[in-house]
């Protein structure tokens, strides 16, 4: 659009003799606005030449045109207006801007046009005529409508953290932001009937999917364009739903909601179809070329979201997998904390959401709390499993398993900073911690709140050296620890989990 605007301006600025513009000149405009009805008038308004692409957009042939008033194309009720721009173009003034008029076509009816227009001036610099390029809003406003939908529509990929809120969105926006009546996705169904199930859909208008059924196969189900784009991995346009024969069992539900077009894009993630966007107009004609090539990016990048929250969720299966095994690993070689991580992780969970955190960063907390021993798993089991308090040498050895336990899990690719709770679990508010004596917001959250959980779970139950004090000495000693070895918050947050009535794998005392 930039060099056709560059060229349209070197064209009229280059002409300075009062003469029409010449034929070769005229052609870079052709050229330039091909889509677009160029024309130019002399100084009484009278068009002197005009694009052949009058004929397609107004339906007159150009030489009708030539040799008559200008304004004599436009609604009687715009006269007023483009008037006001004419003696602003023959004071010598652009208007550069798309300013809107409705133009007369040959069979009666008006089209709104956008109107740009340029000054021709002799070489005194008197004007003598102008160049006036219009065209068709329709055609702005779909690939414009298109563009603000992809726009959108990638904010929404980028937020999204799971598949059905991903297309519930998807579908949602793409009416919003677009201004389309409706948009659904059919997922493929790999059955004897080869059935479109309808996955996701905006809430306006969705019971239209209550009187449909789609197929992807051959049959009459699989001729409309959900179906075929999906059979033939092509996207397919319906300017005019009414009039396509192979629409006819749906076109009765489609028009008691007046969509009058369609476009259907298959999706593909990794590289096989996943099913289909549904998109509906009102308006005919709405998906032209441009909107089509935009709304098929918009399909592509949803294909490509579709794959990077698969290849997500199938990464964080093999996490929780490794979380597991790694857990049972060390409280097979500690019969004293078995269940100890698992227990730590639901207090954790429960102190998160008291707190308000977010889905994801609680569900990062409960992978780190069952994992947060996990560098025991160097400590020697004469060490773990020694009936009498620990020596001075044994309680180092003992105090290594936040380091121990980061460097293991600095080999696994967490979505969530595990390694950092694990290494920061037993550093205090105070400073007064292991193993590098962090104060306050120095450690990490997630570290803080494991903290007052792994606390509470240990003092509350049997280790070799001593007895359980139980779960009021337990609390008692959080709650002492409040602002100094604990963080303040997390203390408040955990005490509004017990009053909630959080289960204790022991009686509270």
Request: net charge negative; charged share 20%; with cysteine.
């Amino acid at each position: 659009m930039r060099a056709q605007e560059e060229e349209e301006a070197g064209v009229i600025e280059g002409q300075r003799s009062g003469d029409p513009v010449p034929p070769e000149r005229r052609s870079l405009l052709v050229a330039g606005f091909s889509s677009d009805v160029v024309y130019e008038t002399d100084k009484q308004g009278v068009i002197r030449w005009i694009t052949p692409s009058v004929l397609s957009v107004l339906g007159f042939a150009p030489d009708t045109l030539v040799g008559t008033q200008a304004r004599q194309l436009v609604h009687p009720d715009d006269l007023q207006m483009v008037n006001a721009l004419r003696a602003q173009v023959y004071g010598g003034a652009e208007v550069p801007e798309m300013t809107t008029t409705r133009f007369r076509t040959a069979a009666g009816s008006y089209r709104t046009m956008s109107v740009r227009a340029h000054p021709l001036m002799d070489e005194s610099g008197s004007v003598t005529g102008a160049v006036v390029a219009v065209r068709d809003t329709h055609e702005v406003n779909a690939a414009l409508r298109a563009l603000t939908t992809l726009s959108k529509a990638n904010g929404v990929m980028v937020r999204a953290t799971d598949e059905q809120t991903l297309l519930q969105s998807m579908c949602q926006t793409v009416t919003e932001a677009g201004g389309y009546a409706f948009a659904w996705y059919g997922r493929r169904v790999d059955d004897v009937n080869q059935s479109v199930l309808p996955v996701a859909w905006a809430e306006e208008h969705k019971h239209y999917l209550d009187s449909i059924e789609v197929s992807w196969g051959e049959g009459p189900l699989g001729l409309g364009p959900t179906g075929m784009s999906i059979r033939t991995r092509t996207t397919q346009v319906r300017n005019n739903l009414g009039a396509d024969p192979r629409y006819s069992p749906w076109v009765q539900a489609a028009g008691a909601y007046g969509f009058s077009c369609s476009i259907s894009m298959p999706v593909i993630v990794d590289g096989e179809v996943d099913g289909a966007l549904m998109v509906y107009s009102k308006l005919p004609g709405t998906f032209d070329h441009d909107a089509q090539l935009l709304m098929e990016d918009l399909a592509a990048d949803l294909g490509y979201g579709l794959a990077r929250l698969r290849d997500a969720r199938r990464l964080a299966l093999a996490l929780r997998n490794s979380i597991t095994m790694l857990s049972a690993a060390v409280e097979s070689r500690d019969p004293y904390t078995a269940g100890h991580q698992g227990q730590v992780a639901k207090i954790a969970s429960a102190i998160g959401l008291e707190m308000g955190l977010d889905e994801d960063l609680v569900e990062g907390l409960a992978m780190g709390s069952s994992v947060h021993d996990i560098g025991k798993i160097a400590v020697p089991h004469a060490i773990l499993n020694k009936p009498g308090r620990p020596t001075a040498e044994e309680w180092a050895v003992l105090r290594s398993h936040p380091q121990v336990g980061r460097d293991i899990a600095g080999e696994f690719p967490w979505p969530w900073p595990i390694a950092e709770m694990i290494y920061q679990h037993h550093e205090r508010m105070d400073g007064s911690g292991y193993p590098r004596g962090l104060v306050g917001e120095q450690i990490l959250l997630e570290a803080r709140i494991i903290a007052v959980a792994d606390t509470v779970d240990a003092i509350a139950h049997d280790r070799p050296y001593r007895k359980a004090p139980g779960l009021q000495v337990a609390f008692e000693v959080i709650r002492q620890g409040r602002g100094t070895l604990f963080d303040a918050e997390v203390v408040d947050a955990f005490f509004g989990v017990v009053r909630s009535g959080f289960v204790f794998p022991i009686a509270v005392d």
